[in-house]
């Protein structure tokens, strides 16, 4: 009768591995199970081998990703609601840099594609709804927006997760997704009003 896995044990791993990938040690297969009481073979068991693990640990960091963005309310604001996903988006990255660090690691696919693509699709569907209120152009595309909503994201969060900047560099972004949504055709002083509503709502869980 086979065992049933035990998902304390697959999370056990992925946060040993990401906690390595911190402090720049060797993720080997004997590495990543020593002083976990649990066997090499449990990498396999969970896994598949080291390679499984990898992409386990990419897709854990959009997993997390969308349990954060699904945590956002949808107010009659559209606006201010995709500024509060950008916040979020930028909460989760800091709150686990080590899987943050991993998700966009290209050597290792997904194990599901569809899921971590959907974690844009929050975005994109904020913005439809601001299009459609009338904050945004008629001809402004949904995808093309939300896709430089999460590159601003991406490179603040960078500099400051992976780089030599303090957080407080992150407060560039209300400027820089102001600027981004006039562009789109939003009112300057409305659309500078719901940046910074929707920005109050970041919350830094590590401090």
Sequence with gaps: MARTK???VRTLLIERAAR????REPVTLRSLVAGTGVSTMAVYTYFGGMDGMWKALRQ????RLAARFATVPTSEDP???LTVLVAAYLGNALD???LYRVMFDANFDLEDLKAADATLEYLVQAALRARDAGRF???TD???????SWTIAHGLVSLVANGPLPRQTLANGVLLLTALFISAGDD???CRLSVENGWKQLRLEGG
Excluded at 142 to 148: I, K, V
């Design 96 to 98: 686990h840099t080590d």
């Design 60 to 63: 854990e960091g959009f997993t």
């Design 79 to 81: 606006v201010q609601d």
């Design 188 to 190: 300057p002083g409305r």
């Design 142 to 148: 949904p995808l093309e927006l939300a896709t430089q």
């Design 137 to 139: 152009r008629a001809g």
């Design 20 to 23: 390595m990938l911190r402090t």
């Design 6 to 8: 035990d998902p304390a």
